[in-house]
């Protein structure tokens, strides 16, 4: 039988308003492609090319190189065709070149976390072809040099040998800078980049043993197949990791004709916003370099100016440039290109309104004419995020739907950091100042490396420029310094990414690798010292600065009352103490989903009647260290009750095993013998006899309760209590007692008992009463199995997903540690299912859980308590089950409120 033949398509064209693709095909085309074809097909000036799809990323590293490159050569051979068709010129050819760029292009943007080539197709005789056709040697041969150094790198594996080291290529070029006295690449000679060249070249063969590869197509491959293993480089995969993207996206390959920005005084290459990426300012700006292409200015290697003239203006200000010095020697694009800028304004405007978001665009001026080169929706700062998705909701560009979608729930956190304390700064002393590339607050002590951003439990990671294997570090230091870049360059795009405070561009800071020290005017500060960045202001200060918690107001507090509107499952809080019920209220709680009551016994005068209760051999004398406990317990739910007055607060009662309560140092087990009158061999005897082999499944929630009822007593009599005492004071209260670990009906109704004894017991003492409700904690399998049942007896069920996933994994918690890192890295698990709710196993007892306990009690309230109720993918997938609320920590509890929104929203549309 004739085998049929593989017609899939793998490879995409664009330019010239002729389109394969659009921007709904993401996944397929990763986000750079997909938008090259969208605004090919809209008129935009995009250079031509074609994308290989992410299927094709997936395909190599399942099948390797050879079956890939046979499966797409026609395709990607018939596509460089068609370019060669329309610019006019021939691949490999060394009279009428083709050079191309070879990008990555994942479905979400990774700035520089993978590989990019520039001005490949380039060899000894195509250069010669390309200074006689442009009549422009020094651009040849500065294109030239670029394309070594770029795939000595990328493709070549040509890295610096240590940190401290620079990169061999960037070696080669200072050394020849500080012999011919000179500063920048510009001021080379044609003869200079001649001899950089030849010195690249013979670089490559000394480091990797053979020569530089001369024909295009072997060029064309190695990048190719270069990028696709960028995918999985150790940049990428940190990246990945950070934002939870999976790793079987895979990313798309984009090859496109190359425009020089390179070309002279009339060429130039930029990177622009169509708002403020770092404050979300309705102004459009950006950053370029004359006679440069675009990695100059992401790299941060050359300081690069303003777009607009207010821009400029701001710049000069914050550098303390005068403005005759200013308009001479920086002007913005808009002064000296006032034709291109203006073109180049209206594509950023038409882009904004096409895309109805906020636009990151790069561009390049060849020759005094423009070229778009890319655009996306660009990265933000939490501040701009919420900022820009209000202007736009009222400018009527989006609706209020919109508007909450645009938002991505895990940037508010960046809100909920605390801030520098006005009158702190007043007495600060500021040393330096640089670009405020992203807002925030940073203390931390001075690191230099990367790889040494832990060394310290806070850090401030010091750069003369930062570059995307400085990845990792960037994500532990608290903020990020450089004395080189600009508002675009690699740092301040990265850590508005990561919602990171980071300063660039402060060309004061003289810093020395080598001897690990940074020197501002006169002064030294060394590794270990304290500074403070104001990423708001792009002040660098000495020492420490005291900061504040924030506010939820403003556009924050606009965004959080339009989620409110939508949203139909409520957001609860885990608080185990009036402080924390009191910021959760602060920051929208609508209840506490999960007051942990051990944590209230292990303060210094509570532990001690904890501890006599535990060695008491007598129910009388477990009574009696009660006894000494209740008044204490009282005051803290009396305390939490009129935090959230009005508001359910549901109160678990104690849950781990007693052995988490004794001493175990043999001091402290002495002081506990003089203080009880017993002997030391008894305590120590006890502390032996609580000892269980796996305390998580042993001796503890309703099990405790039910073998020593006076604890459940105390605690229902201290709930009680509270919540009368504020009744008498005018104070609403809604108490729920949760009963933990339930696996049977039977625990369950034994603790329920004792809970209405205790509490028609005070009522009569009282002659008074309160309303009430008992559930349970769903953490143990076999009660979600039995949940029907449970139902019949329970008033509402929380689902406890920490031991839920413990159990239902069989993984312990304290110990996954060891093994789960290695299952992530091999992929026998995509996530940490502690971290992320696992919704195919965990998820179904969940959702089971609910269907059953409703099915007995339709209008049985249900929730969840665990970490993941802070999770906006867990959020979501509790949404989806019905739940009435999800709890979780006070400072998640706005993250929340928007994933319940969202959800709702999408379950519209």
């Given at each position: 039988m004739e085998m049929l033949q593989d017609v899939k398509k793998r490879v995409y064209r664009f330019g010239n308003k002729a389109t394969d693709g659009n921007s709904k095909m993401k996944n397929l085309l990763g986000g750079k492609g997909a938008n090259l074809a969208e605004m090919s097909s809209i008129g935009i000036p995009v250079p031509p090319g074609?994308?290989?799809?992410?299927?094709?990323?997936?395909?190599?590293?399942?099948?390797?190189?050879?079956?890939?490159?046979?499966m797409i050569k026609e395709e990607v051979e018939?596509?460089?065709?068609?370019?060669?068709?329309?610019?006019?010129?021939?691949?490999?050819?060394?009279n009428n070149p083709l050079l191309v760029s070879v990008r990555?292009?994942?479905?979400?943007?990774?700035?520089?976390?993978?590989?990019?080539?520039?001005?490949?197709?380039m060899n000894d005789e195509v250069v010669e072809g390309l200074a006689k056709k442009t009549n422009n040697e020094p651009f040849a041969w500065d294109s030239y040099r670029r394309f070594i150094q770029m795939y000595g790198g990328v493709v070549l594996g040509m890295k610096p040998a240590s940190k401290e080291d620079i990169d061999p290529f960037e070696e080669i070029m200072e050394h020849l800078k500080e012999k011919r006295g000179i500063h920048l690449d510009t001021e080379f000679t044609i003869q200079d980049l001649k001899d950089l060249v030849y010195d690249f070249k013979d670089t490559v063969k000394k480091r990797t043993g053979h020569d530089f590869p001369t024909n295009p197509w072997e060029q064309l491959w190695g990048a190719i197949i270069a990028v696709f293993n960028s995918w999985n480089g150790d940049r990428a995969v940190y990246y990945r990791n950070i934002h939870g993207y999976p790793a079987n996206w895979g990313t798309a390959v984009n090859v496109q004709a190359m425009v020089y920005g390179n070309m002279g005084d009339n060429s130039g290459t930029g990177v622009c916003f169509t708002r403020d990426a770092g404050t979300g300012e309705n102004v459009f700006n950006g950053e370029y370099l004359i006679n440069a292409q675009g990695e100059d200015v992401v790299a941060g290697v050359r300081t690069p100016q303003q777009i607009t003239k207010l821009g400029s203006e701001r710049w000069a200000e914050l550098a303390k440039v005068e403005e005759d010095d200013r308009a001479a020697n920086y002007p913005s694009l808009q002064e000296l290109m006032p034709s291109i800028f203006k073109e180049l304004d209206y594509y950023q405007g038409t882009l904004e309104k096409h895309y109805r978001d906020m636009q990151d665009m790069e561009f390049t001026i060849q020759d005094g004419k423009l070229w778009i080169l890319q655009t996306r929706n660009g990265k933000r700062?939490?501040?701009?995020?919420?900022?820009?998705?209000?202007?736009?909701?009222?400018?009527?560009?989006?609706?209020?739907?919109?508007?909450?979608?645009?938002?991505?729930?895990?940037?508010?956190?960046?809100l909920l950091h605390p801030i520098f304390d006005p009158s702190a700064l007043k007495r600060s002393h500021v040393i330096a100042q640089g670009l405020p590339a992203s807002p925030g607050a940073a203390t931390g002590k001075i690191v230099f490396f990367a790889d040494e951003a832990n060394k310290y439990k806070n850090t401030i990671l010091v750069r003369i420029e930062t570059s995307p294997e400085d990845l990792e570090g960037m994500n532990i230091a608290k903020g990020i310094l450089t004395a080189r870049g600009g508002m675009t360059s690699h740092a301040a795009v990265v850590a508005r990414g990561m919602g990171k405070c980071c300063i660039s561009g402060a060309g004061a800071l003289k810093i020395n690798y080598k001897n690990r020290t940074l020197t501002v005017d006169d002064h030294e500060y060394h590794e270990g010292d304290w500074i403070s960045l104001n990423g708001s202001t792009g002040n660098i200060i000495e020492g420490k600065v005291a900061t504040m918690e924030p506010e939820l107001s403003g556009e924050f507090a606009e965004v959080m009352k339009l989620a409110d509107k939508y949203a139909i499952m409520k957001v609860r809080t885990n608080a185990d103490s009036p402080k924390d019920a009191k910021v959760a209220r602060s920051f929208g709680a609508q209840g506490i989903g999960l007051t942990r009551t051990e944590h209230m016994f292990f303060e210094v005068d509570r532990i001690k009647a904890m501890r006599e209760m535990i060695l008491a051999d007598t129910v009388k004398g477990r009574k009696q260290a009660l006894e000494d406990l209740l008044p204490m317990q009282r005051a803290d739910f009396e305390g939490i009750f009129k935090e959230?007055?009005?508001?359910?607060?549901?109160?678990?009662?104690?849950?781990?095993?007693l052995h988490e309560f004794v001493p175990h140092q043999l001091a402290t087990q002495k002081e506990l013998a003089e203080d009880m009158h017993i002997s030391l061999q008894a305590v120590k005897n006890k502390v032996a006899e609580l000892e269980e082999f796996n305390p998580m499944l042993g001796h503890r929630g309703c099990r405790l309760g039910n073998t020593y009822p006076e604890i459940t007593e105390m605690q229902t009599r201290a709930i009680i209590e509270a919540a009368i005492n504020l009744k008498e004071r005018g104070v609403v209260c809604k108490p729920e007692i949760m009963v933990p670990l339930v696996g049977t009906v039977k625990e369950f109704e034994t603790q329920e008992q004792i809970i209405r004894a205790t509490a028609n017991k005070i009522f009569e003492e009282r002659n008074d009463t309160i309303e009430f409700l008992i559930g349970t904690m769903i953490?143990?399998?076999?009660?979600?199995?039995?949940?029907?049942l449970i139902a019949e007896k329970a008033d509402f069920f929380s689902f406890g997903t920490n031991d839920l996933t413990q159990m239902t994994f069989g993984y312990s918690r304290d110990d996954a540690g060891k093994f789960l890192p290695i299952y992530l890295k091999k992929g026998i698990l995509k996530v940490d299912p502690f971290e992320v709710l696992d919704q195919e196993g965990v998820g179904q007892l969940v959702k089971m859980g609910t269907e059953r306990g409703r099915s007995t009690k339709p209008n049985l309230k249900v929730g969840i308590c665990g970490e993941h109720g802070g999770e906006p993918s867990s959020v979501e997938f509790c949404y989806k089950t019905g739940m009435d609320y999800v709890s979780c920590s006070p400072y998640r509890v706005p993250i929340a409120r928007l994933v319940s929104a969202q959800a709702a929203i999408k379950a519209t549309l």
């Amino acid at each position: 039988m004739e085998m049929l033949q593989d017609v899939k398509k793998r490879v995409y064209r664009f330019g010239n308003k002729a389109t394969d693709g659009n921007s709904k095909m993401k996944n397929l085309l990763g986000g750079k492609g997909a938008n090259l074809a969208e605004m090919s097909s809209i008129g935009i000036p995009v250079p031509p090319g074609f994308t290989i799809t992410t299927d094709v990323c997936t395909e190599y590293n399942l099948l390797g190189q050879e079956t890939v490159i046979e499966m797409i050569k026609e395709e990607v051979e018939e596509s460089i065709s068609n370019i060669e068709s329309f610019m006019g010129t021939s691949f490999g050819d060394k009279n009428n070149p083709l050079l191309v760029s070879v990008r990555s292009g994942a479905r979400v943007s990774m700035p520089g976390m993978m590989d990019t080539v520039l001005n490949l197709g380039m060899n000894d005789e195509v250069v010669e072809g390309l200074a006689k056709k442009t009549n422009n040697e020094p651009f040849a041969w500065d294109s030239y040099r670029r394309f070594i150094q770029m795939y000595g790198g990328v493709v070549l594996g040509m890295k610096p040998a240590s940190k401290e080291d620079i990169d061999p290529f960037e070696e080669i070029m200072e050394h020849l800078k500080e012999k011919r006295g000179i500063h920048l690449d510009t001021e080379f000679t044609i003869q200079d980049l001649k001899d950089l060249v030849y010195d690249f070249k013979d670089t490559v063969k000394k480091r990797t043993g053979h020569d530089f590869p001369t024909n295009p197509w072997e060029q064309l491959w190695g990048a190719i197949i270069a990028v696709f293993n960028s995918w999985n480089g150790d940049r990428a995969v940190y990246y990945r990791n950070i934002h939870g993207y999976p790793a079987n996206w895979g990313t798309a390959v984009n090859v496109q004709a190359m425009v020089y920005g390179n070309m002279g005084d009339n060429s130039g290459t930029g990177v622009c916003f169509t708002r403020d990426a770092g404050t979300g300012e309705n102004v459009f700006n950006g950053e370029y370099l004359i006679n440069a292409q675009g990695e100059d200015v992401v790299a941060g290697v050359r300081t690069p100016q303003q777009i607009t003239k207010l821009g400029s203006e701001r710049w000069a200000e914050l550098a303390k440039v005068e403005e005759d010095d200013r308009a001479a020697n920086y002007p913005s694009l808009q002064e000296l290109m006032p034709s291109i800028f203006k073109e180049l304004d209206y594509y950023q405007g038409t882009l904004e309104k096409h895309y109805r978001d906020m636009q990151d665009m790069e561009f390049t001026i060849q020759d005094g004419k423009l070229w778009i080169l890319q655009t996306r929706n660009g990265k933000r700062t939490g501040a701009a995020m919420v900022k820009i998705a209000v202007d736009l909701l009222k400018e009527k560009m989006i609706d209020e739907k919109e508007a909450i979608l645009l938002l991505e729930a895990n940037k508010l956190d960046e809100l909920l950091h605390p801030i520098f304390d006005p009158s702190a700064l007043k007495r600060s002393h500021v040393i330096a100042q640089g670009l405020p590339a992203s807002p925030g607050a940073a203390t931390g002590k001075i690191v230099f490396f990367a790889d040494e951003a832990n060394k310290y439990k806070n850090t401030i990671l010091v750069r003369i420029e930062t570059s995307p294997e400085d990845l990792e570090g960037m994500n532990i230091a608290k903020g990020i310094l450089t004395a080189r870049g600009g508002m675009t360059s690699h740092a301040a795009v990265v850590a508005r990414g990561m919602g990171k405070c980071c300063i660039s561009g402060a060309g004061a800071l003289k810093i020395n690798y080598k001897n690990r020290t940074l020197t501002v005017d006169d002064h030294e500060y060394h590794e270990g010292d304290w500074i403070s960045l104001n990423g708001s202001t792009g002040n660098i200060i000495e020492g420490k600065v005291a900061t504040m918690e924030p506010e939820l107001s403003g556009e924050f507090a606009e965004v959080m009352k339009l989620a409110d509107k939508y949203a139909i499952m409520k957001v609860r809080t885990n608080a185990d103490s009036p402080k924390d019920a009191k910021v959760a209220r602060s920051f929208g709680a609508q209840g506490i989903g999960l007051t942990r009551t051990e944590h209230m016994f292990f303060e210094v005068d509570r532990i001690k009647a904890m501890r006599e209760m535990i060695l008491a051999d007598t129910v009388k004398g477990r009574k009696q260290a009660l006894e000494d406990l209740l008044p204490m317990q009282r005051a803290d739910f009396e305390g939490i009750f009129k935090e959230m007055e009005g508001l359910s607060v549901t109160i678990r009662l104690l849950d781990p095993p007693l052995h988490e309560f004794v001493p175990h140092q043999l001091a402290t087990q002495k002081e506990l013998a003089e203080d009880m009158h017993i002997s030391l061999q008894a305590v120590k005897n006890k502390v032996a006899e609580l000892e269980e082999f796996n305390p998580m499944l042993g001796h503890r929630g309703c099990r405790l309760g039910n073998t020593y009822p006076e604890i459940t007593e105390m605690q229902t009599r201290a709930i009680i209590e509270a919540a009368i005492n504020l009744k008498e004071r005018g104070v609403v209260c809604k108490p729920e007692i949760m009963v933990p670990l339930v696996g049977t009906v039977k625990e369950f109704e034994t603790q329920e008992q004792i809970i209405r004894a205790t509490a028609n017991k005070i009522f009569e003492e009282r002659n008074d009463t309160i309303e009430f409700l008992i559930g349970t904690m769903i953490e143990v399998p076999r009660a979600a199995l039995m949940a029907d049942l449970i139902a019949e007896k329970a008033d509402f069920f929380s689902f406890g997903t920490n031991d839920l996933t413990q159990m239902t994994f069989g993984y312990s918690r304290d110990d996954a540690g060891k093994f789960l890192p290695i299952y992530l890295k091999k992929g026998i698990l995509k996530v940490d299912p502690f971290e992320v709710l696992d919704q195919e196993g965990v998820g179904q007892l969940v959702k089971m859980g609910t269907e059953r306990g409703r099915s007995t009690k339709p209008n049985l309230k249900v929730g969840i308590c665990g970490e993941h109720g802070g999770e906006p993918s867990s959020v979501e997938f509790c949404y989806k089950t019905g739940m009435d609320y999800v709890s979780c920590s006070p400072y998640r509890v706005p993250i929340a409120r928007l994933v319940s929104a969202q959800a709702a929203i999408k379950a519209t549309l």
